[in-house]
């Protein structure tokens, strides 16, 4: 979990210099990073979702790797709502909460909604006030870049 805290640390620091869809990304990178280090403590419970193996090239040669350990290491974005329930708790509502954030990083505000779910850059800034406190907690950075949000 420390590579969470480190990319929710970034995403606090290009928030406070007002940097908020490549904070956006930060956060959501927290939140997979999160998710990959949750999975990886349920391998057991995830290889009856991913029973098979690949073949992948590793340098110069090929080795197999299952296919449960392909997805702990990627963690692919079109299969993070279904692995959210695997970890359970509040998971699949962060889960939501990071593609939101990663749709507008990619898009940026959208106020007519057709794109993402975040019309603006304070909505956005918020979101991702909520996914640091949800991670790293009432930090000093946090209080700092988030103080000035009414949570």
């Known amino acids: 979990m420390r590579e969470a805290r480190v990319e929710i640390d970034l995403a606090l620091e290009f928030l406070e210099d007002g940097l ?3 904070a956006a990304g930060k956060a959501f990178q927290a939140w997979k990073a999160y998710l ?8 057991e419970a995830l290889k009856e979702l991913f029973p098979g193996s690949r073949r992948i090239r590793a340098g110069e040669e090929e080795i197999e790797v299952e296919d449960v350990d392909v997805v702990i290491a990627l963690v692919p974005t079109t299969q993070m709502i279904k ?10 509502e962060f889960t939501s909460l990071a ?4 749709r507008y990083q990619y898009n940026g505000p959208d106020p007519e909604g057709f ?11 918020l979101l991702i006030c909520r996914m640091a406190f949800r991670l790293a907690g009432d930090t ?6 988030c ?5």
């Open 99 to 102: 593609l939101d954030l990663h």
């Open 83 to 92: 692995l959210s329930t695997v970890v359970g708790e509040d998971a699949v």
């Open 147 to 151: 103080g000035v949000f009414k949570r």
């Open 36 to 43: 990959a280090s949750r999975l990886a403590e349920k391998r």
């Open 115 to 125: 794109f993402s779910e975040v019309p603006d850059d304070r909505t956005a800034a």
């Open 140 to 145: 000093d950075l946090f209080k700092r870049v």
């Open 20 to 22: 908020i869809r490549i």
